[in-house]
T-cell receptor, first 112, second 112 residues
Framework: AQSVTQPDIHITVSEGASLELRCNYS??????LFWYVQSPGQGLQLLLK??????LVQGIKGFEAEFKRSQSSFNLRKPSVHWSDAAEYFC??????????FGAGTTVTVRA | ETGVTQSPTHLIKTRGQQVTLRCSSQ?????VSWYQQALGQGPQFIFQ???????GRGNFPPRFSGLQFPNYSSELNVNALELDDSALYLC???????????FGEGSRLTVL
Protein backbone atom coordinates (compact mmCIF):
# COMPACT_ATOMS: atom_id res chain seq x y z
CA ALA A 1 0.00 0.00 0.00
CA GLN A 2 1.13 3.51 -0.69
CA SER A 3 0.71 6.41 1.70
CA VAL A 4 1.99 9.91 2.39
CA THR A 5 2.55 11.71 5.66
CA GLN A 6 2.86 15.46 5.85
CA PRO A 7 3.81 16.06 9.48
CA ASP A 8 3.10 19.78 9.52
CA ILE A 9 -0.57 20.76 9.34
CA HIS A 10 0.13 24.49 9.33
CA ILE A 11 3.28 26.57 8.85
CA THR A 12 3.60 30.34 9.21
CA VAL A 13 6.55 32.02 7.55
CA SER A 14 7.61 35.64 7.07
CA GLU A 15 7.76 37.05 3.57
CA GLY A 16 11.30 36.68 2.26
CA ALA A 17 12.15 33.83 4.61
CA SER A 18 12.88 30.30 3.48
CA LEU A 19 10.28 27.56 3.51
CA GLU A 20 10.59 23.80 3.86
CA LEU A 21 7.62 21.44 3.80
CA ARG A 22 8.14 17.86 4.86
CA CYS A 23 6.83 14.79 3.11
CA ASN A 24 7.40 11.15 4.02
CA TYR A 25 6.02 8.36 1.89
CA SER A 26 5.51 4.64 2.08
CA UNK A 27 5.81 2.71 -1.16
CA UNK A 28 7.30 -0.65 -2.06
CA UNK A 29 9.08 0.28 -5.27
CA UNK A 30 10.49 3.37 -6.90
CA UNK A 31 7.66 5.85 -6.61
CA UNK A 32 6.36 8.65 -8.74
CA LEU A 33 6.44 11.71 -6.43
CA PHE A 34 4.66 15.01 -6.79
CA TRP A 35 4.03 18.29 -5.04
CA TYR A 36 0.81 20.15 -5.80
CA VAL A 37 -0.45 23.53 -4.58
CA GLN A 38 -4.07 24.46 -4.04
CA SER A 39 -5.21 28.05 -3.55
CA PRO A 40 -8.71 28.81 -2.21
CA GLY A 41 -11.34 28.13 -4.85
CA GLN A 42 -8.75 26.77 -7.26
CA GLY A 43 -7.88 23.35 -8.55
CA LEU A 44 -4.59 21.67 -7.81
CA GLN A 45 -1.54 22.92 -9.71
CA LEU A 46 1.58 20.82 -10.15
CA LEU A 47 4.72 22.39 -8.69
CA LEU A 48 7.15 19.59 -9.54
CA LYS A 49 7.47 15.86 -10.03
CA UNK A 50 10.06 13.12 -9.68
CA UNK A 51 10.05 9.95 -11.74
CA UNK A 52 13.74 9.06 -11.95
CA UNK A 53 17.19 10.57 -12.45
CA UNK A 54 18.56 13.56 -10.58
CA UNK A 55 17.19 13.50 -7.05
CA LEU A 56 17.06 17.30 -6.81
CA VAL A 57 14.08 18.48 -8.81
CA GLN A 58 13.37 22.05 -9.86
CA GLY A 59 9.80 23.20 -10.24
CA ILE A 60 7.76 26.25 -11.01
CA LYS A 61 7.56 29.41 -8.89
CA GLY A 62 11.09 28.88 -7.53
CA PHE A 63 10.32 25.63 -5.69
CA GLU A 64 12.60 22.61 -5.51
CA ALA A 65 12.40 19.21 -3.86
CA GLU A 66 14.88 16.50 -3.02
CA PHE A 67 14.15 12.78 -3.22
CA LYS A 68 15.92 10.85 -0.46
CA ARG A 69 15.29 7.14 -0.87
CA SER A 70 17.04 6.20 2.40
CA GLN A 71 14.71 8.48 4.35
CA SER A 72 11.60 7.90 2.21
CA SER A 73 11.27 11.65 1.99
CA PHE A 74 10.52 14.23 -0.68
CA ASN A 75 10.74 17.62 1.05
CA LEU A 76 9.78 20.82 -0.73
CA ARG A 77 11.84 24.00 -0.37
CA LYS A 78 11.78 27.60 -1.46
CA PRO A 79 14.61 30.01 -0.59
CA SER A 80 12.49 33.17 -0.33
CA VAL A 81 8.74 33.12 0.14
CA HIS A 82 6.38 35.63 -1.48
CA TRP A 83 2.96 36.57 -0.12
CA SER A 84 1.40 34.82 -3.13
CA ASP A 85 2.82 31.49 -1.88
CA ALA A 86 0.15 31.35 0.83
CA ALA A 87 -1.84 28.23 -0.05
CA GLU A 88 -2.25 24.57 0.78
CA TYR A 89 0.46 22.20 -0.38
CA PHE A 90 0.01 18.51 -1.05
CA CYS A 91 2.61 15.81 -1.49
CA UNK A 92 1.55 12.76 -3.50
CA UNK A 93 2.99 9.34 -4.34
CA UNK A 94 1.93 6.71 -6.82
CA UNK A 95 2.92 3.81 -9.08
CA UNK A 96 2.26 6.05 -12.07
CA UNK A 97 1.27 9.62 -12.83
CA UNK A 98 -2.48 9.32 -12.20
CA UNK A 99 -3.25 6.83 -9.38
CA UNK A 100 -1.92 9.06 -6.63
CA UNK A 101 -2.15 8.95 -2.85
CA PHE A 102 -2.11 12.43 -1.40
CA GLY A 103 -1.09 13.57 2.04
CA ALA A 104 -3.48 15.59 4.18
CA GLY A 105 -1.77 18.81 3.15
CA THR A 106 0.18 21.64 4.80
CA THR A 107 -1.35 25.09 4.97
CA VAL A 108 1.19 27.86 4.52
CA THR A 109 0.50 31.33 5.87
CA VAL A 110 2.81 34.18 4.86
CA ARG A 111 3.08 37.16 7.19
CA ALA A 112 4.30 40.56 6.06
CA GLU B 1 -5.81 26.29 -24.85
CA THR B 2 -8.89 25.50 -22.75
CA GLY B 3 -8.21 23.98 -19.36
CA VAL B 4 -10.21 21.36 -17.50
CA THR B 5 -13.75 22.51 -16.82
CA GLN B 6 -16.23 20.94 -14.41
CA SER B 7 -19.94 21.37 -13.86
CA PRO B 8 -21.83 22.10 -11.77
CA THR B 9 -19.59 24.04 -9.39
CA HIS B 10 -21.87 23.53 -6.41
CA LEU B 11 -24.85 21.32 -5.76
CA ILE B 12 -26.93 20.06 -2.87
CA LYS B 13 -28.57 16.65 -2.75
CA THR B 14 -30.33 14.56 -0.13
CA ARG B 15 -29.43 11.09 1.08
CA GLY B 16 -30.43 8.34 -1.32
CA GLN B 17 -30.46 10.56 -4.39
CA GLN B 18 -28.21 10.18 -7.41
CA VAL B 19 -25.82 12.76 -8.85
CA THR B 20 -23.95 13.24 -12.12
CA LEU B 21 -20.88 15.43 -12.33
CA ARG B 22 -19.36 16.45 -15.64
CA CYS B 23 -15.83 17.16 -16.81
CA SER B 24 -14.39 18.46 -20.06
CA SER B 25 -10.75 17.55 -20.45
CA GLN B 26 -8.02 19.87 -21.59
CA UNK B 27 -7.43 20.05 -25.32
CA UNK B 28 -5.13 17.25 -26.49
CA UNK B 29 -5.67 15.08 -23.43
CA UNK B 30 -7.11 11.58 -23.71
CA UNK B 31 -7.36 10.38 -20.10
CA VAL B 32 -9.53 11.59 -17.25
CA SER B 33 -9.06 10.86 -13.56
CA TRP B 34 -11.53 11.59 -10.76
CA TYR B 35 -10.66 12.37 -7.17
CA GLN B 36 -12.72 12.98 -4.03
CA GLN B 37 -11.46 15.59 -1.57
CA ALA B 38 -13.24 15.65 1.77
CA LEU B 39 -12.97 18.78 3.88
CA GLY B 40 -9.53 19.11 5.45
CA GLN B 41 -8.11 16.10 3.64
CA GLY B 42 -6.07 15.39 0.57
CA PRO B 43 -7.71 14.11 -2.61
CA GLN B 44 -8.46 10.39 -2.91
CA PHE B 45 -8.28 8.58 -6.25
CA ILE B 46 -11.64 7.26 -7.45
CA PHE B 47 -10.84 6.01 -10.97
CA GLN B 48 -9.33 6.87 -14.32
CA UNK B 49 -10.77 6.53 -17.80
CA UNK B 50 -8.77 5.95 -20.97
CA UNK B 51 -10.23 5.07 -24.37
CA UNK B 52 -13.71 5.13 -22.82
CA UNK B 53 -12.87 2.33 -20.38
CA UNK B 54 -12.07 2.33 -16.68
CA UNK B 55 -8.30 2.05 -16.33
CA GLY B 56 -7.67 1.76 -12.60
CA ARG B 57 -9.86 2.25 -9.56
CA GLY B 58 -9.32 3.32 -5.98
CA ASN B 59 -11.07 2.06 -2.87
CA PHE B 60 -14.58 3.26 -3.74
CA PRO B 61 -17.77 1.16 -3.86
CA PRO B 62 -19.55 0.30 -7.14
CA ARG B 63 -22.14 3.03 -6.60
CA PHE B 64 -19.39 5.34 -7.87
CA SER B 65 -19.30 4.88 -11.62
CA GLY B 66 -18.12 6.82 -14.61
CA LEU B 67 -18.16 7.28 -18.32
CA GLN B 68 -15.78 8.70 -20.86
CA PHE B 69 -17.06 9.91 -24.20
CA PRO B 70 -15.40 9.88 -27.64
CA ASN B 71 -14.45 13.54 -27.20
CA TYR B 72 -12.65 12.52 -23.97
CA SER B 73 -15.08 14.33 -21.69
CA SER B 74 -16.27 12.36 -18.68
CA GLU B 75 -19.03 11.93 -16.14
CA LEU B 76 -18.92 10.75 -12.56
CA ASN B 77 -22.12 9.19 -11.27
CA VAL B 78 -22.81 8.48 -7.63
CA ASN B 79 -25.91 6.48 -6.66
CA ALA B 80 -27.60 6.16 -3.29
CA LEU B 81 -25.86 9.22 -1.88
CA GLU B 82 -24.63 9.09 1.71
CA LEU B 83 -23.77 11.97 4.02
CA ASP B 84 -20.06 11.04 3.77
CA ASP B 85 -20.17 11.64 0.03
CA SER B 86 -20.15 15.37 0.78
CA ALA B 87 -16.87 16.54 -0.72
CA LEU B 88 -15.12 18.41 -3.50
CA TYR B 89 -14.94 16.20 -6.58
CA LEU B 90 -11.95 16.93 -8.75
CA CYS B 91 -11.47 15.94 -12.34
CA UNK B 92 -8.02 15.84 -13.90
CA UNK B 93 -7.00 15.20 -17.46
CA UNK B 94 -3.69 14.11 -18.94
CA UNK B 95 -2.08 12.51 -21.93
CA UNK B 96 -1.47 8.79 -21.72
CA UNK B 97 2.04 8.11 -20.46
CA UNK B 98 4.21 9.62 -17.72
CA UNK B 99 3.35 13.24 -17.29
CA UNK B 100 1.18 15.31 -15.06
CA UNK B 101 -2.45 15.71 -14.13
CA UNK B 102 -4.20 18.99 -14.92
CA PHE B 103 -6.99 19.57 -12.42
CA GLY B 104 -10.26 21.41 -12.75
CA GLU B 105 -11.60 23.60 -9.95
CA GLY B 106 -13.97 20.90 -8.79
CA SER B 107 -17.63 20.32 -8.08
CA ARG B 108 -18.61 20.76 -4.44
CA LEU B 109 -21.30 18.29 -3.44
CA THR B 110 -23.24 18.64 -0.22
CA VAL B 111 -25.45 15.73 0.87
CA LEU B 112 -28.10 16.53 3.46
Amino acid sequence: AQSVTQPDIHITVSEGASLELRCNYSYGATPYLFWYVQSPGQGLQLLLKYFSGDTLVQGIKGFEAEFKRSQSSFNLRKPSVHWSDAAEYFCAVGPNDYKLSFGAGTTVTVRA
Amino acid sequence: ETGVTQSPTHLIKTRGQQVTLRCSSQSGHNTVSWYQQALGQGPQFIFQYYREEENGRGNFPPRFSGLQFPNYSSELNVNALELDDSALYLCASSRQGPGELFFGEGSRLTVL
